[in-house]
């Protein structure tokens, strides 16, 4: 899944980018309104972790023109206003969901999970494919009944491929929804991970090279 987060308090912004990673979920980081803008002009995010009091431009401002331009991502408001006269404005504004600070983390990552199935076709919360199980609520990967003990970046891969539910599914787009912007293009990030990822998952192989084209399970 990728995230953006956009909040102008840089430790709470670095803090939840954080968070969210070690969920296993790709984060980006924007501390202002432009910036937000910028990633999101040549991104695609699953989710947008949006703070409503944003710098350079406002986040009413931002979730407008995300709104205006259709953009498939779903977004979190986050206030420091818990009223309710501000969750029904903030949600007017076209926003899917809002929290107000302080939050617990735990709900955060409760209602990113619930946004991302929601920024695609309807999935179970808990995929199955090949034997198989991935629940991502628990961080927990099974292959016919056995726990299969992954990385952050191996279950993001996973539940990438499982979510495609057969389709192929490139590098590209792997790169892209389990690592952030920072990572070279040019890596082979993704072909070691998958190299790993089949040795933990054992035999028979489930997951298939399609040449030139990509990976699918």
């Known amino acids: 899944m990728r995230v953006l987060v956009v909040e102008d308090e840089r430790v709470l912004a670095d803090a939840i980018a954080t968070g969210l990673r070690r969920e296993a979920m790709a984060v980006d980081v924007a501390y202002d309104g432009a910036g937000a803008l910028e990633r999101t002009g040549y991104i695609d995010?699953?989710?947008i972790v949006l703070d409503r009091d944003l710098p350079k431009v406002h986040g009413d401002e931002v979730c407008r023109r995300l709104v205006a331009s259709r953009t498939a991502s779903r977004i979190?408001?986050?206030?420091?206003?818990?009223?309710?006269?501000?969750?029904?404005?903030?949600?007017?504004?076209?926003?899917?969901?809002?929290l107000a600070k302080p939050f617990v983390f735990i709900e955060l990552v409760a209602r990113v999970r619930a946004l991302g199935?929601?920024?695609?076709?309807?999935?179970?919360?808990?995929?199955?494919?090949?034997?198989?199980?991935?629940?991502?609520?628990k961080r927990l990967v099974t292959r016919d009944g056995a726990e299969v003990a992954l990385t952050?970046?191996?279950?993001?891969?996973?539940?990438?491929?499982?979510r495609?539910?057969?389709?192929?599914?490139?590098?590209?787009?792997?790169?892209?929804?389990?690592?952030?912007?920072?990572?070279?293009?040019?890596?082979?990030?993704?072909?070691?991970?998958?190299?790993?990822?089949?040795?933990?998952?054992?035999?028979?192989?489930?997951?298939e090279t399609v040449p030139g084209v990509g990976y699918r399970l």
């Open 117 to 137: 199935r929601r920024s695609a076709p309807a999935l179970p919360p808990v995929l199955e494919r090949a034997g198989v199980r991935l629940d991502p609520g």
């Open 164 to 207: 495609a539910e057969g389709a192929v599914v490139s590098q590209e787009d792997l790169l892209d929804k389990a690592w952030d912007e920072n990572i070279d293009p040019f890596t082979n990030v993704v072909r070691v991970t998958m190299m790993t990822l089949r040795k933990k998952l054992g035999e028979p192989q489930v997951i």
């Open 76 to 98: 979190l408001m986050l206030t420091a206003s818990g009223d309710v006269d501000d969750k029904v404005e903030g949600l007017g504004l076209g926003a899917d969901d809002y």
């Open 45 to 47: 995010y699953d989710v």
């Open 152 to 162: 952050k970046k191996e279950f993001a891969v996973l539940e990438e491929l499982m």
